[in-house]
């Protein structure tokens, strides 16, 4: 499935930002680690070196699920990301 198919507007918009710092702020159940997840993927696969991203989340579980996430979209090239956590 292509990411533009599951995101809504607002959620594309922040995964496909230009390169930089992006702050994602929603409520409980908005598809903030969804966002996070596409948005490190995007910058990895469109030429940012993984050990250049850091992802912020609220939460341990939320961590914990975006590496998850990101290893299965990126396999290898995930390698290196620079720092994940809450």
Not at 40 to 47: D, M, N, P, R, T
């Amino acid at each position: 499935m292509e990411t533009s198919s599951r995101l809504n507007p607002q959620q594309l918009r922040a995964v496909t930002a230009p390169a930089g710092p992006v702050l994602v702020l929603a409520g409980p159940g908005s598809g903030k680690t969804a966002v996070l997840t596409e948005r490190v993927a995007h910058l990895v696969q469109h030429g940012t070196p993984a050990h250049r991203v850091m992802a912020v989340t609220f939460t341990n579980k939320a961590a914990r699920e975006m590496k998850l996430r990101i290893g299965r979209i990126l396999g290898e090239a995930s390698e290196g990301i620079a720092w994940m956590g809450t």
